[in-house]
């Protein structure tokens, strides 16, 4: 079946410092692989996507490499900051005709950025 | 606006009440999606409309009834529900397989 497995937290880190949130898969066939992140009080924003692998997704100074040799899809961030404060998703849709996106998420991280 | 709209943000419910929580989207997306995110649980789909026909149910009790009555509406209609359906319930939408924006989901809460 498919499935995402994430690194829990909570991931304390201090201003500046380098993020790694880790994220491997289990799905048949390719799946496109996402990461959402949600701020408190609000929903799932999309962070960013890849659809092949070695795609590497990015946004807001955040990547992701899709790495199909390892079932991987790592969230890094060279310097975080307070405002990077939330809890990231990692998820994947599966490949299928359906015309339509079936996401299955992880379980979530909380990330706390202290200054 | 933003691209996807959910009201009310919190709704409290007795369980003998009936209530409907609204989700619009202007991103002329074909696919809508009802989410449920529990405390304890990872994020669950339960519904899939794709040209507004129900074509997802992931065994969601009957108390809880979609509705998608054009393509940029969705509802859940509640009625009897129990208090471990207190949750944020996330709406969301697609283009086709692409990715899904989310609103900011309804809070809950059911005594």
């Known amino acids: 079946g498919n499935s995402v497995t994430q690194m829990e937290g909570p991931v304390t880190l201090s201003e500046e410092a380098f993020l790694t949130i880790n994220c491997t898969y289990t799905?048949?066939?390719?799946?496109?692989l996402f990461w959402y992140v949600q701020y408190p009080g609000e929903g799932l924003q999309l962070l960013l996507k890849?659809?092949?692998?070695?795609d590497k997704g990015s946004n807001k100074g955040f990547e992701a490499t899709y790495r199909k040799e390892t079932t991987s899809f790592h969230l890094e961030k060279g310097s975080v900051q307070v405002s990077d404060s939330a809890v990231y998703f990692c998820?994947?849709?599966?490949?299928?005709?359906?015309?339509?996106?079936?996401?299955?998420f992880g379980a979530g991280t909380r990330l706390a950025v202290h200054p | 606006e933003t691209g996807v709209t959910q009201t009310p943000r919190h709704l409290v419910m007795g369980m003998t009440n009936k209530k409907s929580l609204k989700c619009e989207q202007h991103?002329?997306?074909?696919?809508m999606y009802w989410y449920k995110q529990s405390a304890k649980k990872p994020l669950e789909l339960m519904f899939v409309?794709?040209?507004?026909?129900?074509?997802e149910n992931n065994s969601v009790p009957s108390r809880f009834s979609p509705e998608c009555p054009n393509s940029s509406h969705l509802f859940l209609h509640l009625h009897t529900l129990q208090p471990e359906d207190s949750a944020l319930y996330l709406c969301?939408?697609?283009?086709?397989?692409?990715?899904?924006?989310f609103g900011q989901g309804t809070r809950l809460t059911v005594v």
């Open positions: 799905a048949t066939g390719y799946p496109s």
């Open positions: 890849a659809t092949k692998a070695d």
């Open positions: 998820a994947l849709s599966p490949r299928f005709s359906g015309g339509y996106n079936k996401l299955i």
């Open positions: 409309y794709s040209l507004e026909e129900r074509v």
């Open positions: 969301a939408s697609s283009q086709d397989a692409g990715a899904a924006f």
């Open positions: 991103l002329g997306h074909n696919a």
